[in-house]
């Protein structure tokens, strides 16, 4: 009898959500998905991802799965392309987590949940960091010692390059030009902002971790490294404690006093709540910021593109960034919904044709 296994299920597990696509193998048509936000959060009867996923499956035929595709945020230098995920390389994969904290160890959990709840269906590891292979020295490089880099491989590395890479071969099909200059800024819990020609990455926010770059839902972003040090002395902090305290409790919910989520931050605004609105207008600017740097980098810009759960639905935040940007020559803004259930899925076939 012909196999019935004809299905691809995408596991996107984000640092307090889950998303879930399943896909048609020779079409990439979706049959099936959905998310569940705010894992983990107060009032959410949802407490941890293995739970999300048991809940998702009930909803797919999962006699029909062929394989899993999972969403892997760091693959070092080692992962450049999709692999399959075995006991090394899920080995390999949490040796990696103390680089992606908050993200690491939730993909984890998702494949470990996915080998016990479907063990007859193989699973495939996309990750984030891939898409900034193109990457050159001057981007990548930290002005540290080089032996640093060589030895113990600290760069910038960039994330959610999967969706980057979606959102920019798509609006390069909009805008009918194979040499664009992009700049995508894919903004929610966690937040980057990539610059790309051609469709190539040349620079990006995120670093050595996610913790660079724009503040985030409770990431601080870029600060003075002596800020770090201070920190440590004051509140007395073991390094493990040190990056937890900047992973976990800094960012928006720092700046509003308490609220990660955009949407609480906003409705605060509108109540005239100082914190909130200043919350916003740091974050406006930080993104401005980055967006006119890439601009000079790229030497120009064809199209600007908002993507992800602030990049799509916070208008306000997207008419704060535009103001700063007056400046700059005509460029086209896009909004494009974020997809990289289906792109880890076109990119898993690479594995399983």
């Known amino acids: 009898m012909p196999s019935t296994r004809r299905n691809v299920l995408v596991i996107n597990c984000g640092s307090s959500s889950l998303k879930f696509e399943l896909f048609d193998k020779s079409s990439l048509k979706t049959l099936s998905g959905g998310m569940i936000d705010r894992i983990g959060i107060k009032n959410c009867r949802i407490k941890n991802h293995t739970e999300a996923i048991k809940f998702a499956l009930k909803k797919l035929p999962v006699k029909e799965i062929a394989f899993v595709a999972h969403r892997v945020v760091h693959g070092g230098e080692k992962y450049s392309k999709p692999v399959n995920l075995n006991d090394k390389t899920i080995k390999e994969i949490a040796k990696l987590s103390s680089l992606a904290p908050l993200h690491n160890p939730i993909n984890l959990e998702g494949i470990l949940a996915c080998k016990k709840l479907l063990p007859g269906a193989p699973q495939v590891a996309v990750f984030d960091t891939a898409f900034y292979s193109t990457l050159s020295p001057k981007a990548y490089l930290y002005a540290i010692p080089h032996d640093l880099y060589e030895k113990h491989h600290i760069r910038r590395y960039g994330f959610h390059g999967t969706n980057h890479k979606y959102v920019t071969e798509k609006a390069i099909k909009m805008l009918k030009k194979k040499n664009a200059k992009i700049i995508s800024c894919h903004l929610g819990n966690g937040s980057s902002i990539t610059a790309s020609l051609g469709g190539k990455a040349v620079d990006t926010s995120m670093g050595f971790t996610p913790l660079e770059g724009i503040p985030m839902g409770t990431r601080c972003g870029s600060i003075d490294p002596a800020v770090v040090i201070k920190i440590q002395e004051l509140k007395k902090l073991s390094p493990q404690k040190t990056k937890d305290f900047l992973n976990n409790e800094?960012?928006?919910?720092?700046?509003?006093?308490?609220?990660?989520?955009?949407?609480?931050?906003?409705?605060?605004?509108?109540?005239?709540?100082?914190?909130?609105?200043?919350?916003?207008?740091?974050?406006?600017?930080?993104?401005?910021?980055?967006?006119?740097?890439?601009?000079?980098?790229?030497?120009?810009?064809?199209?600007?593109?908002?993507?992800?759960?602030?990049?799509?639905?916070?208008?306000?935040?997207?008419?704060?960034v535009c103001e700063y940007l007056k400046h700059l020559k005509r460029f086209h803004v896009f909004v494009i919904k974020a997809n990289e259930e289906y792109q880890i899925a076109k990119d898993s076939l690479t594995l399983f044709p």
């Open 250 to 320: 800094c960012g928006l919910k720092a700046l509003s006093h308490g609220f990660s989520d955009m949407r609480d931050i906003y409705h605060r605004s509108l109540k005239k709540d100082k914190n909130a609105i200043q919350a916003m207008e740091i974050f406006s600017y930080q993104i401005a910021k980055h967006i006119g740097a890439y601009a000079a980098s790229l030497n120009g810009l064809d199209a600007l593109i908002f993507t992800g759960g602030i990049g799509e639905n916070a208008f306000y935040i997207r008419k704060k």
